[in-house]
């Protein structure tokens, strides 16, 4: 290979270091201010008819949970939806630990049992 064609090709792929970093970075920011708790109507809507008790869904930390998402139930009944912003990079990769959660929603009690198996099975798209 010449000097030519060589520096060419690392120019090339430091070009597309940058712009694959670009990408991600653009992809991360839209992720950061998306609005969670309309995923959570729409998959209410698809995955339930509308059905399903609503629950808020917010950013969060629940690393000390070791987790990915988390769903709480309250004292009233109510839920919350906690994603973990560090482990979900993607639309993609959120959009599925909702589905998780929002499963947890459904068959709550059944942790990850033959309810919720059967919940996230109807969920793959």
């Excluded at 990915?68 to 912003?85: K, L």
Aim: net charge negative.
């Amino acid at each position: 290979m010449t000097k030519n064609c060589r520096d060419i090709l690392i120019s090339l792929v430091a070009l597309a270091v940058i712009v694959f970093g670009i990408r991600y970075h653009v992809m991360r920011e839209r992720l950061r201010h998306a609005d969670l708790h309309s995923w959570h109507q729409q998959e209410n809507a698809t995955a339930f008819g509308g059905n399903l008790q609503d629950a808020s869904v917010e950013w969060g930390d629940p690393r000390e949970e070791k987790a990915e998402g988390i769903t709480y139930r309250y004292s009233d009944d109510s839920f919350a939806i906690t994603i973990d912003r560090n482990s979900n990079t993607s639309e993609s990769h959120t959009r599925e630990t909702l589905r998780h959660e929002v499963c947890h929603v459904a068959t709550w009690g059944d942790e990850h049992g033959p309810k919720w198996q059967a919940c996230m099975s109807q969920r793959i798209d």
